[in-house]
């Protein structure tokens, strides 16, 4: 969950009666028009445009309002938490309010809603096909933003992409990697793509893939016993006998192999510490079989040396 601080039910509150008292006004008016009504019917229409654009968003702020307070009551939520769901009632009530705003400004300029209607069908057709993508992209976003699935916070894996989800757009999807760079998915692409949500599962995976050369000789179970020295220091993260090392494939001259250690809980500090510490095993491993290679054949170069050297005549 990730907590939003600017969003206050206070100030929304304060909000709500500020334009339910100016609504009641200009409602008040329009039933009882006062004189500069007849003399300006510029204003009486900005009025009545105002009357029709407040008094449908008072109502959908009241029930938005009602709505959340609710889901927050029934979760035990902080105030100020920003959930998935309560994103996807805010996306709900902007769409309404774009609406109400197009109603409004008919109302403004006088304009038949039966003409409207049927511009508006031609247009609209346009933009269907034209927009397609964007189309698509809000209506997964708000599939999304309902489903209990995903929430605000957790950390998924889309493909090749990884991190934690900072916000769900009606387009986008916003995600955080472990470098803190922002990488943008669209909402389609997560929609149809496998997601793998670490943040549900009672243990966080960590995965390393590397490759040895093949002459080596070294097995998944050599690795293991090796990379559990590693981790060792790492016990308060790392479950007891959750590092296992696999054969993923075998080449000419290397094989590829995957590491994999089970965390605890979710932890970005110590994971990176822990693949960090893998890593330069690793690194280590390599280096000092290449030394111990290299001195092998110096020895056996200066061997040859010594055996053609003798067996020269005097």
């Known amino acids: ?17 500020f334009r339910a ?37 008072l109502v959908v702020s009241t029930l938005r309002l009602t ?13 100020n938490i920003k959930d ?16 109400f705003m197009v109603i409004a ?12 209607i049927f511009s508006v069908s031609i247009v609209a057709a346009a933009i269907a096909v034209t927009f397609k993508e964007y189309i698509n992209n809000m209506i997964n976003g708000l599939i999304i933003m309902f489903s209990d699935r995903l929430s605000l916070g957790d950390h998924i894996r889309i493909g090749n992409n990884e991190g934690k989800i900072l916000d769900i757009t009606l387009i986008n999807m916003i995600l955080q990697n472990e470098d803190s760079d922002m990488v943008i998915v669209p909402n389609s692409i997560a929609f149809s793509s496998v ?16 490759d040895m050369a093949l002459e080596n000789g070294y097995t998944p179970e050599y690795l293991e016993n090796y990379l559990n020295k590693v981790i060792d220091n790492y016990s308060a993260n790392v479950v007891p006998g959750g590092l ?27 994971e990176r510490e822990i693949r960090r510490a893998i890593n330069t095993a690793l690194i280590r491993l ?27 005549p005097l």
């Open 244 to 270: 296992t090392v696999k054969t993923l494939e075998i080449n000419r001259d290397v094989v590829i192999f995957k590491a994999m250690v089970l965390l605890k809980f979710y932890d970005k500090l110590k």
């Open 195 to 210: 997601i793998i949500n670490q943040s549900k599962q009672n243990t966080k995976k960590l995965s390393i893939d590397f």
């Open 84 to 99: 998935n769901f309560i994103l996807g009632i805010n996306r709900i009530v902007s769409i309404l309010n774009t609406v």
């Open 1 to 17: 969950m990730i907590e939003d601080r600017e969003r206050k039910a206070g100030k929304e509150l304060l909000t709500i009666v």
């Open 286 to 312: 390599s280096a000092t079989l290449k030394k111990t290679i290299s001195l092998n054949g110096e020895d056996n170069v200066s061997k040859s040396k010594t055996t053609s050297q003798e067996k020269e």
């Open 67 to 79: 709505i959340i307070y609710w889901y927050i009551r029934k979760h035990n939520f902080k105030s």
């Open 21 to 57: 008292i100016v609504w009641s006004v200009l409602t008040y008016f329009y039933f009882n028009k006062p004189q500069f009504y007849n003399e300006n019917a510029s204003v009486e229409s900005v009025a009545k445009a105002l009357v029709v654009f407040l008094g449908a968003s």
């Open 105 to 116: 400004f008919i109302t403004l300029f006088k304009v038949d809603p039966k003409d409207f």
